[in-house]
């Protein structure tokens, strides 16, 4: 398949998210910001005024579709009511079938079959791109997902990295071979090994790093090795093959990561976060808890969520019930179907939520973010999942972190060490088969972070990064000019 028509009059992407509930947002919501922008420089882009220059195809596959049509919940998505960075027009909904990839039991799979099912999609995707109309003239990846095969020509090629640019920086450094792949797996596949033998002499853009740090894959079952593989597999095909990384981050957040970034890879990288703000949503949510949280005082809520793929452990389930019920806490948390380890069908105790009716509420999925902005949010309890990090950092919202899996370590180290915006609360990694933080501990751990002076150092720090975030967006900030670069380089 080649393209001849070099000189196309309207700009058409193809975005092809991951198939998860924190890949398909930020992809999304890149869309909306490139669609929304692209009018300002149609004279550049070289497409005619109005918001139909730049017209973007969103695929999902059909699980995820399927999911979004039952749910009838997105509605915001589709008719563009929310968030000024939504175009009208502009971005179409496409799907796929997929083989070999059940959703029904949420993500509780290994990660090895979930991303090897997407390999399976190429020729579905090909076939997209060959009967675009317009023609496809270039395509937004997510960094682990499938893209069009390299018989597909005449396209620019242009890769989401949806975590933060420190992971992005060590998964360059292993491919480069100054973090040696073999040296690394060593270290994360044993917790008790000290890291002095990979990381002593220090690595430009990177924090002195221990084991409890690293990027790690242990969900149902170890799949490190095969993660390491697969990302640095994929950063290499697109450091050779592709126009663009773009990573959602923001430059102020992470300055000196993405200065080592540009110095070790040869495709350009872009930060062009925050990417937060769609809202498409894989489980129903429950708006109810906006009224309670409207009668709560001024910052003392604590907001629970783990994400859409971290488990608890069910001691540390019982510690927690245990620790909100003792201190009193103000709370709203998401008690996700499946969140309990090995016993997928808990439910929250009655006598639980009987006795803490008036103190709190408990949801199957929250509307986050209007929680994290709202005036009686105190502190965020959080798995640390990139996004949800990420829009506690926009919204200058502190967070104690509960890091699970993959990059959650690393961003809980930025937090709490780098930034300065919070506490941890555990590491999965430290806690062992059998640990557990108890119920007197936690209860320690939420007075910090909702009553003590440290916690107004917390705030503090988080509202100087939210206005970092906010600048960042505006004209002349970073994020800015790389989304004008971005366009230009279509
Ligand atoms: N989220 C939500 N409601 C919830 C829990 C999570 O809308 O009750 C959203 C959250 O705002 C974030 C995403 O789900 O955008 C979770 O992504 P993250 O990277 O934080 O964690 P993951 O689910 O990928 O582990």
Redesign the pocket.
């Known amino acids: 398949m080649t393209r001849s028509d070099s000189s196309p009059r309207q700009h058409h992407a193809l975005a092809i998210p991951l198939p998860?509930?924190?890949?398909i947002?930020?992809l999304m919501r890149l869309c909306e910001t490139l669609a929304k922008a692209a009018p300002l420089y149609a004279t550049e882009l070289g497409i005619a005024e109005g918001e139909d220059g730049f017209i973007v195809t969103f695929l999902n596959i059909d699980p995820i579709h399927e999911r979004l049509k039952e749910l009838g919940g997105n509605k915001e998505h589709e008719n563009g009511r929310n968030g000024d960075a939504r175009p009208t027009n502009a971005i179409r909904k496409a799907h796929i079938p997929i083989d070999g990839l059940d959703l029904s039991n949420d993500?509780r799979m290994s990660i090895q079959r979930y991303l090897e099912a997407q390999a399976s999609l190429v020729p579905a995707i090909d076939s997209t791109v060959g009967a675009a109309d317009p023609p496809v003239t270039c395509t937004f990846n997510d960094f682990s997902m499938s893209s069009p095969s390299a018989a597909v020509r005449g396209i620019r090629r242009i890769n989401l990295f949806?975590s933060n640019a420190t992971t992005l920086l060590m998964l360059a450094y292993v491919v480069n071979g100054l973090l040696p792949l073999e040296e690394v797996l060593k270290v994360v596949m044993d917790p008790t090994m000290d890291t002095e033998a990979v990381f002593k002499e220090g690595l430009p853009g990177l924090p002195t790093l221990k084991n409890g740090d690293l990027l790690n894959i242990k969900h149902l079952e170890d799949e490190n090795m095969f993660i390491y593989k697969f990302l640095t597999g994929k950063l290499k095909e697109y450091n050779e093959q592709s126009d663009a990384i773009v990573v959602n981050s923001f430059q102020e957040l992470e300055p000196d990561s993405f200065a080592a970034l540009s110095a070790c890879l040869k495709v350009p990288v872009y930060p062009v976060g925050p990417l937060?703000g769609s809202?498409i949503?894989l489980?129903k949510?429950d708006e109810e808890c906006l009224e309670w949280l409207d009668r709560q005082p001024s910052k003392s809520v604590l907001y629970i969520?783990?994400?859409?793929?971290?488990l608890l452990s069910p001691a540390q389930f019982t510690e927690l019930l245990a620790a909100l019920e003792s201190s009193g806490q103000r709370f709203i948390w998401?008690f996700?179907p499946g969140l309990i380890e090995g016993s997928p069908e808990s439910s929250m105790p009655t006598e639980f939520l009987e006795k803490t009716k008036d103190q709190g509420r408990v949801?199957?999925?929250?509307?986050?973010?209007r929680i994290?902005s709202h005036p009686s949010l105190g502190a965020f309890f959080?798995?640390?999942?990139?996004?949800?990090?990420?829009?506690a950092v926009t919204h200058g919202v502190p967070i104690l972190c509960f890091p699970?899996f993959?990059d959650?370590f690393i961003n809980a180290k930025y937090v709490v060490e780098v930034w300065e915006i919070g506490l941890l609360f555990i590491s999965k990694l430290s806690l062992g088969e059998k640990g557990v933080v108890e119920r007197e501990e936690i209860e320690r751990l939420f007075k910090v972070m909702l009553e003590g002076e440290q916690s107004q150092k917390f705030q503090k720090n988080a509202i100087q990064l939210r206005e970092a975030g906010r600048r960042t967006n505006l004209e002349g900030g970073t994020t800015y000019n790389n989304i004008k670069s971005l366009l230009k380089m279509l």
């Open positions: 998860a509930q924190g890949h947002n930020p993500f949806p937060v809202s949503n489980w949510e969520s783990f994400g859409s793929v971290a998401v996700r949801v199957s999925w929250a509307p986050q973010i994290l959080s798995h640390c999942g990139w996004n949800s990090t990420l829009e699970y993959y959650q």
